[in-house]
């Protein structure tokens, strides 16, 4: 097993097979379902529950109201303004009001229509910028600042005074739509209590080690009498980090006389009740030199955070730190607002804010650059960000930085070399364009919350070695790659490797499967247990042999370990099986440096989480697009990702990340299309809300641009988010390229295009 | 500047625009020229050199003879053999019998002239084995064991005897070729002895500071009253490491009044007194189980190794160590022989003894494939060593092993895959074929010689950093990718790093630019002074502004330091101006580890130097070729290299390290034929020795597969000689593809193809 070999997953079989354990596969026959009533109107004064009739319907086990959640009835990562059972306010239409246990799905879901509510209704707010006039209705009368969770500005240089003095200044108003997880495996768990008031939960989660503290402080519960324990999983995305169905399947396992429980929502629950991508707008004004050098720029960034901030005000930090994109710009004004509103709550998605971002600032970088009359990869060459530079919240760039790189490759690449060529060849009613962006995505939590992971390994009896894996894999083949760490070091087969997958009974806390970090920080302290064991094994063999000579004159080989000088070997089991289990483990720990500009006294104040960042994975993106001029549908004919995430461990995983992530890009872009009508959700499920499918997918050509990150492991970044911040911005830009219009609200569906086709051909402007 | 950058060459522009200095550059009017008499009879008693004509001609400053030679007159890297000039005895035709220093190029050439021999001529021996007959006349009368320089033998398991339990055994008999260097630039080098005795050389070498102790023990002289720098080089090829002119130029200097000398060989004197590739015969046998596991290799293998010993042993101790290929084989007896002839001297060349036994054990492995019904890339998988397995040597491979990932990524890639359908389309009167050949070649010196570096940085007044480099780059790039490693660490542009090139007084000893080891081993050293100048640098910053902070807060920029935390900066130039010069230098030293097994008291004992390697790079290598058969005239179609080099560095020198290579070992496969009839060279010049130009090389693929190094710079291994093993044994193999013939001995020019093609037809034999 080596480093760089595109080594198949090690859960490729029993997926492929369908033999994986999910955890809604953990039903055993005589578990007790459980599930809520959810608001199913907006905004509302919640009179009372009428649970009566489904108490008394056959076979329910119970009702349960936010009468009976014990403790303070709160929960969110961060800001705990979500309640686990809603009390007497709805604030969106898939808060839960009631919770029901039943001896199955059937009585389940008949009980469920038993409950009643008694409601008052409220106006609703349901955009952002009406949610923050005056007299807007509050969603959180509570909340000091009104329907405002967070208003974060940041300046750099001489801020928008800059825009004076730029020889030209382009602006632009976009909006970005919500995008739904569309996870395989929707939100599921089986818990219980058991006769010591224990609470064991195997849970579809991103962070089993958090949940434990958010299902302890939501129902007033010691974290260290529960159990999680996180099984494969079938995506995240970020859709599962944080609470999903925790605390309601914790609070139903409370209440079930220690029976086991289980709980599995539905799509059209999933895609009520689970957190979705922000949507928001997004003004910008960038000013530059003649000769295209960046000189200002000036951001108004606001969110729809929903009815609950989730990990929403973070998304946001995300956004402004990428508001600029992977380029050099001195002065920076970049002001971002995260809104309560009464549609459905925002949070965490793949790309974080940075999706968000480049769908802005790439146009604006094709603006300024047709302007100026230079070629949009010139413009993007002379500003793209190197290491030394302070990027846009005047962070140094001291970690590896290979936008040029990216850059440079792809002007090479036969793709980007034959576009024009290509593009003559379009086909009758049909335009087709070549669009650009680069992408940046930073890698790990930021300044504010500490990202550390720690890693265990363990030589079992018989001679073989269980890794105890602190961080989730939840579905993008991160655990593979610790696998082959592990086996890198230790000289281990494949065969001879087992992944104990989180919990946190076994494994050790190791923070969320989020930010792109997982290989990053988890890799890192699993090289420091591989190298301990290593050494414990080196030195019990050295016992053995009565030895006097170095460690390294011992060598791992597959189960067993070699004296090289003399050739004599000696079973791992059989050395696993000398007294002193002590020296049998090893444990790693890694905590990601912090840049130093925004530790306690540095020059940067850092306004709310998720921001900060010292190191981030750069990507150059090409589409080749075609638009029907009849029907404003865009097919992408083929696209080219450049990919600066430092060294590859496995090529095969890398390669996987960019496909999925430029294929879920792809959707987010031109046909995911998230509908609501004042909170209530039209787009249901994927018989209207639609996905790309693999036909819809083009072919995609991947490089790497192999920087080494010093600080990574063998020289690695994370990446698993930046592939999807590429394709929206780069088919925006291929899309004015082919028929001269800017759409600058996404998705880019064909209704939109027509539009901007027809309002471009009565005006006859542009191009 | 990143790591993985396709950096553009530091010396490129100076070279392509001819601005370059080589050492027959440093010409200076005034100079004396410097040449010799060579012998021109390949054995001969030296009876008298009558000299007097010459030194009475106008314009001839000194004639010196072996009378002239202070000090023993003994030269060679490890085995002093060889005389500076002939002293009674003529053992090759090349030998230097008088030394002339004249004020111009002409009176030289006239003065050689006038330069007569008296010589009793003595029979000789042409090939190694006729040498080793009992009556054999002797080269060095002297030697002990006769023409035998050096009889080394490896056993492993049980040798020879396990060939009786193998399932199939196959037998080759293999003759392969001497290779001339052929370097753009010749043997060449000025120097001048100055008023106070010291000596200072410029000089085309591999190996400046081993040149001072051979030029002090040959002549007598003390090693460090001799200064040698080495300025750029036109080639070397293992052709320059070990003294060419070095101690001619010395001796020249020491009789020319303290007035600067020159000595530049033309290209007849380059082919007759040039070491050359060792010549020799390869028998093997080699014996499997059914299903094709190998189980028993014996070899026998003699090299011709000329005139004197040179480092011919230690190309043989490669050759053996190679002679199994990068397969896993339990039981060999490998038996090697170096001899002594009356022939032009052999010594290292680019792959030193790894390409001979390639040409051999490569056509076994096809051989006994299409005994047992295999595909040769099926074969080649099932015995590919892994980490963990023991090398034919016995050694266990505890560093990076690729060649599995190599076969695979070539069984996937297109020119493999399309292969069988290229092959059909054959035009008329010519067959196609597909060859297939594995390499491995180590990196460093081995077990038995000491192999280390030692770099030295220092910040200049003017804020940029001076790397010195004590190891030469010949041509190949290295010196480039140490800018590389220096510039990522110290955050520098390319345009404030300075690369000083080898000197002895002003660098620090780096050992020879040979054995794969440059970048390798002085990468690492370099790396060490780098963070240690960096750390003195952030020490100075942390002084200046009387911080507290830890070192990481302080950044290097180009130029500049950053304080992280309040974003001051200091100037590297102010920082160079204050006291205390010492903190702006740092070297770094690095030894290569040893194999365990090949150290004092370990299992293996290794006969001769070169041996007991414990890092290898691996390379699977596709040759598509056509021949005609009408002329036998071999065309290679296309070519694909897999390597297995650890990471890379800058692909850029990566890939132009794979097509140089692979196009020397397609000359040395199927056109470099150095012919010789009784010790007297015939193919004097570049007429009759044909190199292939551009137009013979096909289209060279390259892939890499890297494996992470542990021990190297950044995860890499050296690979500047892996590529030149693969061409001969893959086009050997394409050849029998093609037309069912096998020829074993090399090149595989027209004329053998096309006798082996009658001999078959006439035959009607194999396939």
């Given at each position: 097993m080596?480093?760089?070999?595109?080594?198949?997953?090690?859960?490729?079989?029993?997926?492929?097979?369908?033999?994986?354990?999910?955890?809604?596969?953990?039903?055993?026959?005589?578990?007790?379902?459980?599930?809520?009533?959810?608001?199913?109107?907006?905004?509302?004064?919640?009179?009372?529950?009428?649970?009566?009739?489904?108490?008394?319907?056959?076979?329910?086990?119970?009702?349960?109201?936010?009468?009976?959640?014990?403790?303070?009835?709160?929960?969110?990562?961060?800001?705990?303004?979500?309640?686990?059972?809603?009390?007497?306010?709805?604030?969106?239409?898939?808060?839960?009001?009631?919770?029901?246990?039943?001896?199955?799905?059937?009585?389940?879901?008949?009980?469920?229509?038993?409950?009643?509510?008694?409601?008052?209704?409220?106006?609703?707010?349901?955009?952002?910028?009406?949610?923050?006039?005056?007299?807007?209705?509050?969603?959180?009368?509570?909340?000091?600042?009104?329907?405002?969770?967070?208003?974060?500005?940041?300046?750099?240089?001489?801020?928008?005074?800059?825009?004076?003095?730029?020889?030209?200044?382009?602006?632009?108003?976009?909006?970005?739509?919500?995008?739904?997880?569309?996870?395989?495996?929707?939100?599921?768990?089986?818990?219980?209590?058991?006769?010591?008031?224990?609470?064991?939960?195997?849970?579809?989660?991103?962070?089993?080690?958090?949940?434990?503290?958010?299902?302890?402080?939501?129902?007033?519960?010691?974290?260290?009498?529960?159990?999680?324990?996180?099984?494969?999983?079938?995506?995240?995305?970020?859709?599962?980090?944080?609470?999903?169905?925790?605390?309601?399947?914790?609070?139903?396992?409370?209440?079930?006389?220690?029976?086991?429980?289980?709980?599995?929502?539905?799509?059209?629950?999933?895609?009520?009740?689970?957190?979705?991508?922000?949507?928001?707008?997004?003004?910008?004004?960038?000013?530059?030199?003649?000769?295209?050098?960046?000189?200002?720029?000036?951001?108004?960034?606001?969110?729809?955070?929903?009815?609950?901030?989730?990990?929403?005000?973070?998304?946001?930090?995300?956004?402004?730190?990428?508001?600029?994109?992977?380029?050099?710009?001195?002065?920076?004004?970049?002001?971002?607002?995260?809104?309560?509103?009464?549609?459905?709550?925002?949070?965490?998605?793949?790309?974080?804010?940075?999706?968000?971002?480049?769908?802005?600032?790439?146009?604006?970088?094709?603006?300024?650059?047709?302007?100026?009359?230079?070629?949009?990869?010139?413009?993007?060459?002379?500003?793209?960000?190197?290491?030394?530079?302070?990027?846009?919240?005047?962070?140094?760039?001291?970690?590896?930085?290979?936008?040029?790189?990216?850059?440079?490759?792809?002007?090479?690449?036969?793709?980007?070399?034959?576009?024009?060529?290509?593009?003559?060849?379009?086909?009758?009613?049909?335009?087709?364009?070549?669009?650009?962006?680069?992408?940046?995505?930073?890698?790990?939590?930021?300044?504010?919350?500490?990202?550390?992971?720690t890693a265990k390994i363990e030589l079992t009896g018989e001679g073989k070695f269980k890794i105890y894996?602190?961080?989730?894999?939840?579905?993008?083949?991160?655990?593979?790659?610790?696998l082959?760490m592990a086996g890198d070091i230790l000289n281990q087969d494949?065969a001879d490797l087992e992944?104990v997958?989180?919990?946190?009974?076994l494994?050790l806390?190791?923070?969320?499967?989020?930010?792109?970090?997982?290989?990053?920080?988890?890799?890192?302290a699993l090289i420091k247990a591989a190298e301990r064991l290593k050494k414990l094994i080196q030195q019990k063999a050295a016992m053995v042999f009565a030895s006097q000579d170095r460690e390294d004159d011992f060598a791992l080989l597959p189960r067993t370990v070699r004296h090289l000088p003399s050739g004599w070997e000696v079973s791992l089991a059989d050395l696993a099986r000398m007294p002193n289990k002590s020296e049998l483990t090893a444990t790693g720990y890694?905590?990601?440096?912090?840049?130093?500009?925004?530790?306690?006294?540095?020059?940067?104040?850092?306004?709310?989480?998720?921001?900060?960042?010292?190191?981030?994975?750069?990507?150059?993106?090409?589409?080749?697009?075609?638009?029907?001029?009849?029907?404003?549908?865009?097919?992408?004919?083929?696209?080219?990702?450049?990919?600066?995430?430092?060294?590859?461990?496995?090529?095969?995983?890398?390669?996987?990340?960019?496909?999925?992530?430029?294929?879920?890009?792809?959707?987010?872009?031109?046909?995911?299309?998230?509908?609501?009508?004042?909170?209530?959700?039209?787009?249901?499920?994927?018989?209207?809300?639609?996905?790309?499918?693999?036909?819809?997918?083009?072919?995609?050509?991947?490089?790497?641009?192999?920087?080494?990150?010093?600080?990574?492991?063998?020289?690695?970044?994370?990446?698993?988010?930046?592939?999807?911040?590429?394709?929206?911005?780069?088919?925006?830009?291929?899309?004015?390229?082919?028929?001269?219009?800017?759409?600058?609200?996404?998705?880019?569906?064909?209704?939109?295009?027509?539009?901007?086709?027809?309002?471009?051909?009565?005006?006859?402007?542009?191009?």
């Open positions: 080596e480093i760089g070999d595109p080594l198949v997953r090690a859960d490729a079989l029993a997926k492929v097979l369908g033999k994986e354990k999910y955890s809604a596969d953990l039903y055993t026959p005589g578990m007790l379902w459980s599930g809520v009533k959810r608001a199913g109107v907006s905004h509302a004064e919640l009179v009372s529950v009428n649970i009566e009739r489904a108490k008394a319907l056959e076979g329910v086990e119970a009702v349960l109201t936010a009468a009976d959640v014990p403790g303070p009835n709160r929960q969110g990562v961060i800001h705990k303004d979500q309640p686990v059972l809603a009390q007497d306010r709805i604030h969106y239409a898939g808060d839960p009001v009631a919770l029901v246990l039943a001896k199955d799905q059937s009585t389940l879901k008949k009980a469920l229509e038993l409950i009643s509510l008694e409601l008052r209704e409220l106006p609703g707010v349901y955009d952002p910028a009406s949610a923050l006039e005056a007299k807007a209705p509050l969603v959180h009368p509570q909340n000091e600042s009104g329907n405002l969770i967070i208003h974060a500005t940041q300046i750099l240089g001489r801020g928008a005074a800059a825009l004076d003095d730029c020889q030209t200044v382009v602006e632009g108003d976009f909006e970005v739509p919500r995008q739904e997880h569309a996870f395989m495996e929707t939100e599921c768990g089986v818990a219980r209590l058991d006769e010591n008031g224990r609470l064991e939960m195997s849970v579809s989660t991103q962070a089993p080690f958090r949940d434990r503290l958010e299902i302890g402080q939501a129902l007033g519960l010691d974290p260290f009498s529960i159990r999680v324990k996180a099984p494969a999983m079938g995506g995240g995305f970020g859709g599962k980090d944080g609470a999903t169905v925790q605390c309601l399947l914790a609070l139903a396992a409370l209440k079930a006389s220690n029976r086991p429980v289980i709980m599995v929502w539905d799509r059209r629950e999933s895609f009520l009740a689970g957190t979705k991508r922000l949507a928001g707008r997004l003004k910008y004004r960038l000013g530059a030199d003649a000769d295209g050098s960046l000189k200002a720029l000036v951001c108004e960034i606001i969110m729809d955070n929903g009815a609950y901030a989730n990990l929403g005000p973070e998304v946001l930090g995300q956004c402004m730190e990428c508001a600029a994109g992977p380029y050099r710009v001195l002065n920076t004004s970049i002001s971002g607002k995260a809104v309560y509103t009464n549609n459905p709550v925002g949070g965490p998605f793949r790309g974080f804010g940075a999706p968000q971002a480049a769908f802005a600032m790439e146009q604006m970088m094709d603006m300024l650059a047709a302007r100026l009359g230079l070629e949009p990869l010139e413009i993007r060459r002379r500003n793209a960000l190197k290491r030394g530079d302070k990027n846009s919240l005047g962070i140094t760039l001291t970690t590896s930085t290979g936008i040029a790189q990216c850059l440079h490759t792809l002007a090479d690449h036969p793709l980007y070399l034959q576009a024009e060529d290509w593009k003559k060849k379009s086909p009758p009613f049909r335009a087709r364009g070549k669009g650009l962006a680069c992408v940046l995505h930073s890698v790990g939590f930021g300044a504010k919350v500490p990202d550390y992971a894996s602190g961080i989730v894999d939840m579905g993008q083949g991160n655990a593979s790659t610790y082959q494949a992944l997958l989180p919990d946190t009974e494994c806390p190791s923070g969320s499967a989020s930010a792109s970090r997982t290989t990053y920080i988890f890799g890192n890694f905590k990601a440096p912090v840049a130093p500009e925004a530790k306690e006294g540095g020059s940067l104040e850092i306004k709310g989480f998720g921001m900060g960042h010292r190191l981030f994975s750069y990507g150059a993106h090409l589409a080749l697009i075609e638009v029907d001029q009849i029907t404003g549908h865009i097919e992408v004919a083929s696209y080219l990702a450049v990919t600066d995430s430092g060294r590859v461990i496995n090529p095969q995983i890398f390669e996987q990340q960019i496909q999925g992530g430029i294929a879920q890009g792809l959707g987010y872009g031109l046909c995911e299309d998230f509908l609501l009508h004042k909170g209530q959700v039209l787009s249901r499920d994927f018989s209207t809300y639609i996905l790309p499918t693999s036909l819809d997918v083009p072919v995609i050509y991947s490089k790497a641009v192999e920087t080494h990150e010093d600080s990574g492991p063998y020289g690695m970044k994370g990446m698993g988010e930046l592939p999807i911040c590429g394709p929206l911005p780069a088919v925006a830009n291929g899309l004015a390229d082919a028929c001269g219009v800017r759409v600058m609200q996404a998705p880019l569906t064909g209704e939109r295009v027509l539009n901007a086709l027809s309002t471009a051909g009565a005006a006859g402007e542009e191009k």
